[in-house]
């Protein structure tokens, strides 16, 4: 196990039924850096960032986060969460909630803060967010791009280590990508470890460390972003990069 | 750009309305005739004979044989067997105070503006049925035992409604999270439970518990009657329940529960603080129907020889004293009229509380 590595995947395979998602998948992403993984749809992508919280289980190989590898054990599974944060392609906020209740729930039931330091903490995540004046709506009342930002809040507040993010701008509209990919640009700055599952190619040259290019279920490509983009190695690579730069 | 009101729609008058909806075709016409004389073939002899020809002073069957119509110094003259059965007529403040207990709990839970609801809540869910236990059984803190065979008539319903509906939610949700756990032993279990108890007529039940089931009992093992009915109606009623729930739980979006996972909540507090509060919302008007079937249901309880409010109006009906050609049909009047303003109280508080979430949320 290499030292000051974040996650840690060795072997990793993973079978839906009898389909192959996921095919000896080895990926190291060390502390403080930002990996973007990409490839077309159905290409495991999704499998592999889930697989690293334990919302998906993998059948062969290990799950290393922190290291601390990841097990079938509830309260060990549990653990590994409270330092992995979450972002979900449809947000997933809690509809019954407002904005601030969605972001105090974790610090106040798993955390066990009080109140009122829990609303202190997700105030100052909302500020962070740029939607402090939204703190009181509820998710029904918020544009997609808010809401993308409340459930990025939401999973700050746990303060985690390392922060997955799945698809977090398919589901919105064109205008409102750029604020979501702003708060994404902003975090990164900070330091925080990030796998980001995601098509934005500029958010790619930018922000990441390297990019992970998986196709059936296989990382085909992973090289930093100036090799990626100009000298790809994998032919698939080429055609991917091919249809999508066009 | 200046805002721009909608146009303005004229409100339509009665003369309008009734053209428009009701007389828009010669078809219609017709029907809308139709259905005024048909319903004024009911409704006319009804009224005819539930007020006008009844007679409501008067101490005895002799009164009633004068008049044509219903006969309500019967119902007056039992009212107070109605609503307390048998219970000891010096013992009744007990039951009163239970009823009063009741009422002011769902008072409170009925206007939101009224502050501490969760609180409220949880007392009339827990604390409320131990303490109505106590007052109405005695025999400690020096009131007298009134033994269960005096219970009666609205007291019994009730008792028997709200321990139906106070055991059945909290068991169904557990069935209905049961059923769709992923243990297999856990799942396997409830679905048992939850098939055999709906497979079953409740008659059937009630009739096991209080005849079978002490033939399975040791000797000198006794089983209180209204005891056996009341853990055969929570049961009962919580397998109907469990299905209600998961119809509920199933229409919440699994994401909601990886999220819920994703910030580090266990299975039971993404339940308790995500997953049900969702589910049971959108349950609401089948949970509340299911507390409607079960109120009505607890007139079954007769066939083990317990009186409820129907029974014990039938069982008067059937004495000597108040024998008129009128007395049944005014009992059965009178019981469902009571049935109806409960079912409906029920009804329109669901509605009620639908509207208040669904105003928090979407607003």
């Not at chain 1, 995947?9 to 080895?26: C, M, P, Q, S, Y």
């Not at chain 1, 904005?99 to 106040?108: G, H, I, V, W, Y």
């Not at chain 2, 993404?270 to 049900?276: K, N, P, S, T």
């Not at chain 2, 409820?308 to 008067?316: K, P, T, Y």
Request: charged residues 20%.
């Amino acid at each position: 196990m290499t030292n000051g590595c974040a996650v840690e995947l060795i072997g990793v395979n993973k079978w839906f039924k009898t389909f192959h998602v996921l095919r000896d998948i080895n990926l190291a992403v060390a502390s403080r850096e930002r990996v973007v993984i990409c490839g077309p749809s159905g290409s495991g992508k999704s499998t592999l960032i889930r697989c690293i919280n334990g919302l998906e289980r993998h059948e062969q190989g290990k799950v290393i986060v922190e290291g601390q590898e990841l097990t079938e054990e509830v309260g060990q599974v549990e653990a590994v969460r409270r330092n992995v944060g979450m972002v979900f392609q449809q947000f997933n906020l809690f509809p019954h909630l407002t904005a601030l209740e969605n972001c105090t729930l974790a610090p106040m039931w798993v955390r066990r803060m009080p109140k009122k330091q829990a609303e202190e903490l997700a105030m100052s995540f909302l500020e962070r967010v740029h939607i402090p004046e939204q703190a009181s709506k509820y998710p029904g009342q918020l544009s997609g791009g808010q809401q993308q930002r409340v459930a990025i809040a939401r999973a700050l507040t746990m303060e985690p280590h390392i922060m997955l993010f799945d698809e977090p701008t398919s589901a919105l509209d064109p205008e409102m990508i750029k604020e979501v990919l702003e708060t994404m640009v902003e975090l990164a700055e900070t330091g925080m470890t990030m796998l980001v599952v995601s098509h934005e190619m500029g958010f790619a040259r930018t922000v990441a460390d390297r990019i992970a290019f998986m196709d059936h279920g296989e990382i085909v490509e992973d090289a930093t972003p100036q090799e990626f983009f100009n000298n790809p190695k994998s032919e698939r690579t080429k055609e991917f990069l091919g249809q999508i730069l066009r | 750009m200046t805002p721009r009101p909608p146009p303005h729609q004229p409100m339509p008058g009665p003369i309008e309305w009734l053209r428009e909806n009701l007389f828009s075709t010669p078809l219609n016409a017709v029907l809308t005739l139709l259905a005024l004389v048909l319903i004024w073939s009911i409704v006319a002899p009804f009224v005819q004979w539930a007020l006008i020809d009844a007679a409501f002073e008067g101490k005895s069957r002799e009164d009633c044989l004068r008049r044509e119509g219903a006969c309500w110094p019967f119902v007056i003259e039992r009212l107070g067997q109605i609503i307390y059965g048998f219970y000891d007529g010096t013992e009744r403040w007990r039951v009163d105070i239970a009823y009063l207990l009741l009422a002011a709990g769902l008072f409170w839970l009925t206007f939101p503006r009224l502050p501490g609801k969760w609180a409220i809540g949880g007392i009339m869910l827990t604390a409320y049925p131990i303490a109505a236990l106590i007052m109405l059984v005695g025999g400690v803190l020096g009131l007298p035992q009134v033994p269960t065979e005096r219970w009666g008539g609205l007291l019994l319903t009730l008792v028997v409604a709200v321990t139906g509906i106070v055991a059945s939610l909290p068991l169904g949700i557990l069935l209905a999270l049961g059923r769709r756990s992923e243990l297999p032993v856990v799942r396997w279990l409830s679905i048992a439970f939850i098939e055999l108890w709906r497979g079953v007529p409740l008659v059937t039940v009630l009739f096991m518990a209080a005849n079978m089931l002490p033939l399975f009992l040791p000797g000198g093992v006794t089983i209180n009657k209204l005891l056996g009915a009341l853990i055969a109606v929570a049961l009962f009623s919580s397998a109907y329940m469990a299905e209600v729930v998961r119809g509920g739980l199933q229409a919440i979006d699994k994401g909601q529960f990886e999220a819920a996972s994703a910030v580090g909540l266990g299975y039971w507090r993404a339940m308790g603080l995500v997953i049900l509060p969702q589910a049971l919302r959108l349950s609401i008007p089948n949970i509340v129907g299911n507390f409607i079937g079960l109120l009505k249901d607890t007139t079954l309880v007769s066939i083990i020889g317990l009186f409820d409010l129907l029974g014990i109006i039938q069982a008067g009906t059937a004495s000597a004293e108040w024998a008129t050609p009128n007395t049944a049909y005014t009992g059965y009047v009178f019981a469902g009229v009571v049935f109806w303003v409960m079912c409906f109280g029920m009804s329109r508080y669901a509605k009620h509380m639908e509207d208040i979430l669904k105003a928090g949320e979407q607003r």
